[in-house]
């Protein structure tokens, strides 16, 4: 198995649905990595980026301000209060994704090292 389902999922609905081969996620205690066949656990996710690897190579980031993650060996479903998925098909687009990803974690966080530690992330994403 060299993929999982990841679900990442709103009130509004989902806001991302693919296999992936990999993720990093915002836990309310740091962040922890998830591969094809990961042990059950559920976590708290605080304010951050979870940062997906899908299948084909190709990273994906969606800004979360809170929720949880419920993973197991097959699938991660992630419940959160809002996200943004950070991505667009014009750097204007991306732009304001990002904009609008730094203004939600902005509000969630409750500490300027998350801020900080995200903001870095999303100038990454831009590059």
Not at 12 to 25: C, R, Y
Request: overall charge negative.
């Amino acid at each position: 198995m060299n993929s999982f389902k990841l679900q990442i999922i709103t009130p509004q609905g989902k806001v991302f649905d693919s296999n992936a081969a990999s993720a990093v996620f915002p836990g309310d205690k740091g962040e922890f990595g998830v591969l094809p066949g990961h042990s059950t656990l559920l976590s708290l996710l605080g304010p951050g980026l979870i940062e997906v690897t899908k299948e084909n190579g190709e990273k994906e980031s969606v800004a979360i301000n809170w929720g949880y993650a419920e993973i197991d060996e097959q699938k991660a479903i992630v419940l959160v209060d809002n996200a943004i998925a950070v991505a667009g098909k014009t750097s204007g687009e991306i732009q304001k994704a990002i904009e609008k990803a730094h203004k939600l974690i902005e509000d969630a966080a409750a500490s300027d090292s998350v801020l900080s530690v995200t903001a870095q992330k999303l100038k990454n994403i831009q590059k």
